[in-house]
């Protein structure tokens, strides 16, 4: 990256006159191109570019990152509209956000940064130990990579930062699908992280998203402790989920379903290295025919956990995700036994708390089954929610007791 541009020299965007600038002034990070001024000028900038933000009397509103190929054609850097994005500024915000992670927990294994909720919009850095994982899924980000990489691994003491490409959020700001290792060498096996008693293995390199999902787990936790003595389907289980931690939490019997081969196989593995191994199986299958089949067979389960994959993605996805996640009730709760409990979870941020716990209960209702709520999760303090951003909320774990 070039030296940083000063305020004074960088380009300008203007809002609409009708814009919500009281909005981006309390918060809300991001801008769209219908709120805002898109003459051939604006259009012209290149994706990445640090930009003024003014309002339609040109008054300046915030530092932004500019990406006019995307619907978000401006995310809120910094509320200081004159605020210079630099090395220094990117140190003083990875510090802050360390901070946080290690008051709130004793060993490195954390979502270190989560996107604008820690001020880096488009950012999701998961930690391993001494291994960084970094999805930067904003052009702002990519165009300063090299800068970021310093930075972490100075302030962490990381040895290795991977760049994972994959999000689905680099194609939506015309961004490359390559990986990259950005310091140290790639791990060449996977890496256990020990959490609520468990051990999950996290395959960084070739492994879904960073490796392993750290939103889950305070749900993992009170799954735990509805576990003791109780037999434990786990279904979308990826690397081992909640199965691992019922297992720790003192569950007879634990099975994992998922799609993926290579998922169980880690579960396994971390299965085999708590020492659980004799209470722990699995079942590779599409989760859907797997319920079925499971019903056919007439188990029955002393909990059951179903934790899909986003069905709701985006509001155009809303309706037939909804119908998704009513399905996925339908088919749990005859599985489960009676004052059995029944664990539903969504990462939609497109169907929020309230559609997704009507659209679980339509479906259990359908199953004949009558249901009480006895707990509603979140995700983890570690992905810490921006109240301006509802997306920041996206996870949902509804614990019912049929």
């Not at 299958?285 to 002393?302: H, P």
Request: proline share 5%; aromatic share 6%; net charge neutral.
């Amino acid at each position: 990256m070039s030296a940083p541009v000063s305020a004074s020299q960088r380009p300008v965007l203007r809002l609409k006159p009708k814009a919500n600038v009281r909005a981006i002034r309390r918060g809300a990070p991001w801008v769209f191109d219908n709120e805002l001024v898109m003459d051939r000028r604006s259009k012209k900038i290149a994706p990445g570019t640090i930009a003024t933000l003014e309002d339609g009397d040109r008054k300046p509103v915030a530092t932004v990152a500019v990406n006019p190929n995307s619907r978000i054609v401006a995310r809120v850097l910094d509320r200081d509209a004159f605020q210079t994005i630099d090395t220094d500024w990117l140190r003083t915000r990875v510090a802050k956000a360390l901070a946080l992670r290690e008051a709130l927990y004793d060993a490195p294994y954390y979502r270190l940064i989560h996107a604008e909720s820690d001020g880096f919009p488009g950012v999701i850095v998961d930690r391993f130990g001494d291994v960084l994982v970094m999805q930067p899924n904003a052009a702002w980000a990519d165009l300063m990579i090299e800068e970021l990489a310093e930075v972490l691994c100075d302030l962490t003491g990381a040895k290795t930062l991977l760049k994972n490409a994959g999000g689905r959020g680099r194609a939506l700001e015309g961004l490359d699908d390559l990986d990259q290792v950005l310091c140290g060498q790639a791990p060449d096996a996977p890496i256990p992280v020990q959490m609520n008693g468990a051990t999950y293995l996290a395959d960084v390199t070739d492994g879904q998203k960073t490796g392993l999902f750290y939103d889950q787990r305070e749900n993992h936790a009170f799954a735990g402790r509805l576990a003791k003595g109780a037999r434990v389907v786990d279904v979308f289980s990826h690397v081992g989920g909640f199965a691992l931690a019922a297992l720790a939490g003192g569950a007879t019997s634990a099975l994992s379903v998922d799609g993926s081969n290579a998922a169980l196989s880690l579960a396994e593995q971390g299965a085999q290295a708590m020492g659980a191994a004799d209470r722990f199986s699995t079942r590779q299958g599409d989760a859907f025919d797997v319920l079925d089949a499971l019903a056919q067979e007439q188990e029955k389960f002393d909990v059951v956990i179903c934790d899909p994959p986003a069905f709701a993605p985006n509001k155009p996805a809303l309706e037939k995700g909804l119908r998704a996640y009513e399905r996925v009730a339908r088919l749990a709760a005859p599985l489960v036994e009676k004052d059995g409990y029944l664990v539903l979870c969504s990462c939609s941020h497109a169907a929020d708390l309230t559609a997704f716990t009507g659209a679980c209960l339509r479906g259990i209702g359908r199953a004949g089954r009558r249901a009480q709520l006895i707990h509603t999760g979140y995700a983890g303090p570690d992905h810490p929610l921006l109240p301006q951003l509802a997306e920041s909320g996206y996870l949902k774990a509804l614990f019912f007791r049929l």
